[in-house]
């Protein structure tokens, strides 16, 4: 009797252990469930930069309105010389709050290579020659442009215009803020304070 029992605990370990083995051999080969794919949206590179082109500007803008407060208020008047007086203040306050800044502080790196790939299309080619021509035409009147961020435009300097599919090929800019062409160099220019704010070398490839 005690035989035949032991016979049977000893089929029953048995029959145990074949289960498990079964178990886990059937686990290993089971096949790796697929990785939830993530449903985050794709952020675009270029939407990211001109985020961050946005935010330098508004940051400028900021200083630029805080600064024009500050300074004596200016009269409606067409007289040139009270004109270019208030200017030299605002100008004078820009360059003490920003004697820190360089090139590159508004258009880093990735702006500058946004700009210029934005631009590229509306110069190239037979169809770009006007565009690229209206930009370059008095080169020789501009020598005087320093390219330097904080200098001032001089007065007697020309303004050049500039063509409407590249200002709408550009971000919008907020109001006493321009861009501006100097040959094939674009800069940043305070309006108000005739103030060169940052520039992109050989914007126009």
């Not at 029959?15 to 469930?33: D, G, I, V």
């Not at 010389?81 to 790196?109: C, N, Y």
């Not at 309006?191 to 992109?200: E, K, P, R, S």
């Amino acid at each position: 009797m005690q035989g035949q029992l032991s016979c049977g605990v000893m089929l029953l370990s048995s029959l145990l252990m074949f289960a498990a083995c079964s178990s886990e051999s059937a686990h290993a080969n089971r096949a790796p469930e697929p990785a939830a794919q993530s449903t985050a949206p794709k952020t675009n590179p270029d939407a990211e930069i001109l985020v961050d082109f946005k935010k330098r500007i508004d940051g400028y803008m900021a200083l630029h309105n805080k600064l024009e407060k500050e300074a004596p208020p200016l009269k409606e008047t067409k007289d040139p010389a009270k004109i270019k007086a208030s200017q030299d203040v605002l100008a004078m306050k820009i360059r003490e709050a920003r004697k820190g800044a360089r090139q590159g502080d508004i258009f880093t790196l990735e702006i500058r290579q946004l700009f210029r790939r934005l631009m590229y299309p509306e110069v190239k080619g037979p169809e770009g020659r006007a565009t690229k021509a209206a930009i370059t035409e008095e080169s020789h009147e501009l020598k005087s442009v320093p390219l330097k961020v904080n200098a001032e435009y001089p007065d007697n300097a020309p303004l050049m215009t500039v063509p409407p599919n590249i200002l709408a090929a550009l971000p919008k800019l907020p109001e006493d803020l321009e861009y501006r062409f100097v040959n094939r160099n674009m800069i940043l220019l305070d309006t108000h304070a005739n103030v060169i704010v940052d520039f992109v070398p050989n914007a126009i490839q």
